[in-house]
C-alpha cells in the first residue's frame, strides 16, 4: 500500500485508534472519509478537521450498504477500507449477562469487519491499486482472562484476513493486518489513563512508518505487540499469558 494519494474510508473512526489514523493518513497526502453512528460528532470532526464524513452503523447491514453507496457516489476514486469498527467488554462467562454482551461484540466486531468487506470488496477489485486492512489485537493471540469474546472476535479477524488474502492474491487488493497492543483509548473506560499502554501516538506514529516502509506488509506490528503475537510461535506462550493476566 502507498502511503499517500489514496481515498480511504474509515469506519468506526470517531475517536481512538480510528480518528488518530485518519487524522495521520490525511497529514500523509491521502483523502480520508470517516464514518460513525454519531451525526452531530461526525459534523464537528468535519469541521475541525476538513474530513469527509458519511453516518454508518456497521451493526445494521442496511445501514452499511446506504454508507457504501453514499461514499462511492461522492469519492468513486476510494481505494482504501480500514474495517475499524470494534468493542470491548468485560466479560465473566458465568454471569447471567455474560451472553447479551458477547452477542454485542460479535455483532460489532465480527460481523461489522465482514458487513463492510462484502459491501467494498467488489469496487476495491476495480482500483489499479486497493487495500483492505483489517484490525485485530495482540490478545488474538495471548488471552487477557476477563475479555473472552473480545479476544475470540479478533482471533476470527486475523484468520479471516488470513483466509481473504488468499483469495484476493491475484487481484489488486491487498490485506493488511493491523495488529494493536493495548493503547492509551477509551476502548475500555479508563484505557486512555493507564501507564502502561502505549501511548495513541505513539502507535499511530509507529503504524504509519510501518505502512510507509513495508508496502508489501500482511502485517502491521509495532514492536510493542510482539510479546503477545508471538508467545505461541516463540514457545513462551504460558509465561506470558501469566505475565497479561499477572494482578
Known amino acids: 500500500m502507498n502511503i499517500s494519494g489514496n481515498t480511504i474510508f474509515v469506519p468506526g473512526a470517531t475517536s481512538g485508534i480510528g480518528l488518530?489514523?485518519?487524522?495521520?493518513?490525511?497529514?500523509e497526502g491521502n483523502t480520508v472519509v470517516i464514518g460513525g453512528r454519531r451525526t452531530e460528532l461526525l459534523a464537528e470532526l468535519a469541521d475541525?478537521?476538513?474530513?469527509?464524513?458519511?453516518?454508518?452503523?456497521?451493526?445494521d447491514p442496511a445501514s452499511v450498504l446506504a454508507a457504501r453507496d453514499e461514499v462511492l457516489r461522492r469519492h468513486p476514486d476510494l481505494n482504501v477500507l480500514i474495517a475499524m469498527a470494534g468493542i470491548m467488554l468485560v466479560e465473566d462467562v458465568t454471569s447471567e449477562q455474560f451472553l447479551a454482551g458477547a452477542e454485542r461484540i460479535v455483532e460489532t466486531n465480527v460481523l461489522g469487519p465482514l458487513r463492510l468487506?462484502?459491501?467494498?470488496?467488489?469496487?476495491?477489485?476495480?482500483?489499479?491499486?486497493?487495500?483492505?486492512?483489517?484490525?485485530?489485537?495482540?490478545l488474538a493471540f495471548t488471552p487477557l482472562a476477563f475479555t473472552p469474546t473480545y479476544n475470540g472476535s479478533k482471533a476470527f479477524v486475523h484468520a479471516f484476513s488470513e483466509t481473504i488474502r488468499l483469495q484476493l492474491a491475484a487481484t489488486s487488493v491487498q490485506v493488511i493486518e493491523l495488529v494493536p497492543p493495548a493503547v492509551r483509548t477509551e476502548l475500555l473506560p479508563g484505557g486512555s489513563d493507564v501507564e502502561q499502554y502505549m501511548p495513541l501516538d505513539d502507535y499511530v506514529n509507529e503504524t504509519v512508518a510501518l505502512l510507509q516502509s513495508q508496502p508489501q506488509a500482511k502485517e502491521i506490528l509495532v514492536e510493542t505487540v510482539k510479546f503477545l503475537r508471538f508467545s505461541e510461535v516463540e514457545g513462551r506462550y504460558d509465561a506470558a499469558v501469566t505475565a497479561l493476566n499477572h494482578h
Request: proline residues 2%.
Open 117 to 138: 468487506v462484502s459491501a467494498f470488496v467488489g469496487h476495491l477489485q476495480t482500483r489499479p491499486q486497493a487495500a483492505v486492512l483489517t484490525v485485530s489485537s495482540g
Open 20 to 27: 488518530a489514523l485518519a487524522l495521520r493518513l490525511q497529514a
Open 48 to 59: 475541525k478537521h476538513g474530513l469527509a464524513t458519511v453516518t454508518v452503523d456497521t451493526t
